[in-house]
T-cell receptor, first 116, second 114 residues
Framework: GAVVSQHPSWVICKSGTSVKIECRSLDFQATTMFWYRQFPKQSLMLMAT?????????EQGVEKDKFLINHASLTLSTLTVTSAHPEDSSFYICSARRGGYTGELFFGEGSRLTVL | SQQGEEDPQALSIQEGENATMNCSYKTSINNLQWYRQNSGRGLVHLIL?????REKHSGRLRVTLDTSKKSSSLLITASRAADTASYFCATDAIGGGGADGLTFGKGTHLIIQP
């Protein structure tokens, strides 16, 4: 199956710093990628839809200035958590859609962020 | 995105028994998918059932879909210790045109006792 890679797998940072998480589709092009957030023992909540070459679409309640999303190429989307605080500590998972709007979704392995 | 409900929230059974998990959702869908997640890991896609299908099998997995009740079930037969994980249903809503992400249920945490 197709591969979606996230980097880093885990990161620990100090409060107030910014952290960038990358999501790459390794063997296919993805015009649309999605970013999810998952708190411990909870489900995945969609944060935003990342569109190649245009602005991301954020879900209600997600601060776009806090969670910056850039989809600069058909194989890479980045999520930057700006001025991170302990409440931003979470598991962030991306997914990429292969083959256009009806294509199958593939998920990355996730990135665990811990803000001290 | 609104989340569906899954029940039970947690399930513990003996190895070899069958495990059944249920999922309900709220909107009309194109398809419904089931995923497995081991603790602290990413999602593993298990099976996709389209809105015009009622039942689907894949190995030890059996999925049913009742669009009139907006519900689905996942049956794992002859469970193994390695099946211990969280299981999520996810729906792909009609009208999103693929531009929307999946909406995930709250998940069922399955524990298989050896």
């Amino acid at each position: 199956g197709a591969v979606v890679s996230q980097h880093p797998s885990w990161v620990i940072c100090k409060s107030g710093t910014s952290v960038k998480i990358e999501c790459r589709s390794l063997d296919f092009q993805a015009t649309t990628m999605f970013w999810y957030r998952q708190f411990p023992k909870q489900s995945l909540m969609l944060m935003a839809t990342s569109n190649e070459g245009s602005k991301a679409t954020y879900e209600q309640g997600v601060e776009k200035d806090k969670f910056l999303i850039n989809h600069a190429s058909l194989t890479l989307s980045t999520l930057t958590v700006t001025s991170a605080h302990p409440e931003d500590s979470s598991f962030y998972i991306c997914s990429a859609r292969r083959g256009g709007y009806t294509g199958e979704l593939f998920f990355g392995e996730g990135s665990r962020l811990t803000v001290l | 995105s609104q989340q569906g409900e899954e029940d039970p929230q947690a399930l513990s059974i003996q190895e070899g028994e069958n495990a059944t998990m249920n999922c309900s959702y709220k909107t009309s869908i194109n398809n419904l998918q089931w995923y497995r997640q081991n603790s602290g890991r990413g999602l593993v896609h298990l099976i996709l059932i389209r809105s015009n299908e009622r039942e689907k099998h894949s190995g030890r997995l059996r999925v049913t879909l009742d669009t009139s009740k907006k519900s689905s079930s996942l049956l794992i037969t002859a469970s193994r210790a390695a099946d211990t994980a969280s299981y999520f249903c996810a729906t792909d809503a009609i009208g999103g045109g693929g531009a929307d992400g999946l909406t995930f249920g709250k998940g069922t945490h399955l524990i298989i006792q050896p």
